[in-house]
Antibody
Framework: QVQLEQSGPGLVKPSQTLSLTCAIS??????????WNWIRQSPSRGLEWLGR?????????DYAVSVKSRITINPDTSKNHFSLQLTSVTPDDTAVYYC??????????????WGQGTPVTVSS | DIVMTQSPDSLTVSLGERATINCKSS????????????LTWYQQKPGQPPKVLID???TRESGVPDRFSGSGSGTDFTLTISSLQAEDVAIYYC?????????FGGGTKVEIK
């Protein structure tokens, strides 16, 4: 059974970098049968997919246009986790952040497994 | 981006009655090569992440009660709860995985009358 465990600070100052990590158990970040996503949820934006990373002979990333200039999602194969970095944050980035796994069998579909969520507040 | 529009925003239904939630995509999410609709329905309860109820518009996830069903194709989809139970109080979301960026509907809050 796949489990995702998130870690990272819940308070970030404006203009600084938000950094979160998602530790994977029951699967491998390099799996050809999965993709690894970050999603956030706020009252103003609802559920918003931010981006993903996946390995298919090499690493690939896709990012939402709304954050593309500020986001990096990195896998760490030695620790079997993946991370989110979002730079130059503003109060508009305040949200609950989730990591999520998408199974891929030919197609990648649905966010089947979720982390517990990390409420992040951007405030000085 | 594909815009997912859900209706209604909220729904109040008596126990044992039917609840119907609609979801419309701004473009077709039916892939003609395999005839699959790239749509998922989720249920979210307070303090929890969303949970998959239905994949491919109509395939119920293992363990999901059969009172939940999904239908529709192309751009118009429906989630039906045939006989509402107290534990079904939640917010329900549709989401397309046809193309990046993956997008969600705004959610429908289901409550008991």
């Amino acid at each position: 059974q796949v489990q995702l465990e998130q870690s990272g600070p819940g308070l970030v100052k404006p203009s600084q970098t938000l950094s979160l990590t998602c530790a994977i158990s029951g699967d491998n970040v390099s799996s050809y049968s999965a993709a690894w996503n970050w999603i956030r949820q706020s009252p103003s934006r609802g559920l918003e997919w931010l981006g993903r990373t996946f390995y298919r002979s090499k690493w690939y990333n896709d990012y939402a246009v709304s954050v593309k200039s500020r986001i990096t999602i990195n896998p760490d194969t030695s620790k079997n986790h993946f991370s989110l970095q979002l730079t130059s944050v503003t109060p508009d980035d305040t949200a609950v952040y989730y990591c999520a796994r998408t199974p891929c069998g030919g197609d990648c579909y649905s966010f089947e497994n979720w982390g517990q969520g990390t409420p992040v507040t951007v405030s000085s | 981006d594909i815009v997912m529009t859900q209706s209604p925003d909220s729904l109040t239904v008596s126990l044992g009655e039917r609840a119907t939630i609609n979801c419309k995509s701004s473009q077709s999410i039916l892939y003609s090569a395999n005839k699959k609709n790239y749509l998922t329905w989720y249920q979210q309860k307070p303090g929890q992440p969303p949970k998959v109820l239905i994949d491919w518009a109509s395939t119920r996830e293992s363990g999901v009660p059969d009172r939940f069903s999904g239908s529709g194709s192309g751009t118009d989809f429906t989630l039906t709860i045939s006989s509402l139970q107290a534990e079904d109080v939640a917010i329900y979301y549709c989401q397309q995985f046809y193309v990046v960026p993956f997008t969600f509907g705004g959610g429908t809050k289901v409550e008991i009358k």
